[in-house]
RNA sequence: GGAGGAUUAGCGAAGUGGCCAUAACGCGGUGGUCUUGAAAACCAUUUGGGAGCAAUCCCACGGGGGUUCGAAUCCCUCAUCCUCCGCCA
């Protein structure tokens, strides 16, 4: 959410900045709502404390003291609907780009920051991962389909456990090398959660809900991790704190209809490593480079070619400040796919979910920093290996990193 | 799902309609006195939000609502925790 404070004292200047997003975004309303707000709030106060002046004083004169008291019942009404339809308006709204956010219309603007490898050559003709998978027997979307519908695919033998083995060597990396507390976290959150991560109140068409309840699955496991210090007040010195995650994810995808159809790409339910961060203000773009960093880690060592873009400001997720992707080679695509995307929301998700930092006694807490990335999502991970490491015979080499947690195997092979 | 009990500061806990919320009392934390140093003892200090240039004022006793001139206290409702019963991996 945005800062109110902030929002009234440079009024033109976020303006300007929302602007940067696309989109029709006004937020002059804002102005007579702050207005009629802080008028009602002082005259108010000043009723509250002629009343306390006077119930201190004694018991008498109540037949002026009732009066009063209805004013004051009438007024705080009037308050309490006018702050719901501030809280309401704010909530609609994106976080501000960053100033280090390039200007840009969509994802042909993002800028390219670095690449990791050149893309795989094959001197034979290389098979998507979905016709692969199919041939060996690892990837079943028609069983998936029985069970469900479309958009779900059965991991079996092979590919169940590449996907055990990559859980385990991303959870294993960050853990051990990077330096984060591992968490196994719900992949069902209230409705208040989501609002503190920004999924909603916007985004509800995107998302999974469960019947009769508050409750929705989540879309990320941002959700559930971001929340476990909602409405806390951390300890400065403890900062900054990174949890990694490993959780199913579950999204509609009501808008991508007829796109990514095939394969491991866009799935109703996919898993991904996540990882996150709560970091001072003045720490969170130098921790946005090394959590991106972590992520590219997980590439490097799988050897899979790679690059990094950052977002221009209209490609922008709701919540972020700044993002870069990380894309892989995707040879049945002939270009890059996002398998990562790495974000500073700043304290836009804290505000949300009054998630404070104080460094001492007698400080004011103030909203932290939220950081996260993915580390990286399984599904696409999975389908890049299958289509980067595949041989002209059919099989699928095994990444080097990868073999000691296949228990040994080498080589995925036709069963 | 049923019955009963609970929720007050970092923790324990007192308070049953105004004299009780920067909230008694105890523990813990922090600073100090004393001490070669430490312990003990003693003294002080120790929640957050909002409005205002400021002085200062307002709000918060699990959340929400109600009764009342006035609510931690009475009523309704929701959440969470504990005990027992039922069910269950």
Not at 35 to 56: D, F, P, T
Not at 134 to 158: C, H, P, Q, Y
Not at 209 to 227: A, G, H
């Amino acid at each position: 959410m945005l800062d109110i404070k902030d929002l009234r004292n440079n009024f033109e200047g976020s303006q300007a900045a929302m602007a940067r997003r696309g989109g029709d975004y006004d937020l002059t309303p804002f102005l007579d709502m702050d207005k009629k707000r802080r008028g009602l709030i002082l005259q108010v106060e000043e009723l509250k404390a002629k009343r306390n002046a006077a119930s201190k004083a004694g018991a008498e004169a109540r037949d002026e003291l009732r009066e009063l008291s209805q004013t004051i019942k009438g007024l705080d009404a009037e308050l309490t609907v006018i702050e719901d339809e501030l809280d309401g308006f704010l909530l609609q709204f994106p976080n501000l780009p960053s100033p280090n956010t390039p200007d840009g219309k969509d994802e042909n603007d993002n800028v390219e920051i670095r690449k990791h490898l050149e893309p795989t050559k094959f001197d034979f003709e290389p098979v998507p991962h979905w016709d692969l998978g199919k041939e060996l027997d690892i990837l079943d979307n028609e069983t998936a389909a029985k069970i469900t519908g479309s958009r779900f695919m059965v991991l079996k033998s092979g590919g169940a456990k590449l996907e055990r083995a990559l859980m385990n060597f991303m959870l294993d990396l960050h853990t051990e090398e990077h330096g984060y507390e591992v968490v196994f976290p719900q992949v069902i959150a209230h409705e208040r959660a989501l609002i503190g991560t920004g999924q909603l109140p916007k985004f509800a068409e995107d998302m999974f809900k469960l019947e009769n309840t508050d409750y929705y699955l989540i879309s990320t496991s941002e959700v559930t991790v971001t929340n476990i210090h909602r409405e806390e007040i951390l300890d400065g010195a403890k900062l900054p704190i990174s949890y990694t995650a490993y959780s199913q994810c579950f999204r509609k995808e009501a808008g991508s209809a007829g796109r990514d159809t095939r394969g491991l790409i866009r799935q109703h339910q996919f898993s991904k490593v996540e990882l996150v961060k709560f970091t001072k203000p003045e720490e969170s773009y130098g921790e946005l480079e090394k959590l991106t960093s972590h992520a590219e880690q997980v590439l490097k060592l799988l050897k899979l070619p790679y690059r990094v873009v950052r977002l221009c400001a209209g490609d922008l997720g709701f919540a972020s400040a700044m993002t870069y992707d990380i894309e892989v080679w995707m040879p049945s695509y002939q270009r890059y796919v996002e398998i990562s995307s790495c974000s500073n929301f700043e304290d836009f998700q804290a505000r949300r979910a009054a998630i404070r930092y104080k460094d001492g006694v007698g400080e004011k807490p103030q909203f932290v920093h939220t950081l996260n990335g993915s580390g990286l999502a399984l599904g696409r991970t999975i389908a890049a290996i299958i289509e980067n490491y595949q041989n002209a015979d059919g099989t699928i080499t095994v990444p080097e990193v990868l073999i000691p947690y296949m228990r040994g195997v080498e080589k995925i092979e036709p069963r």
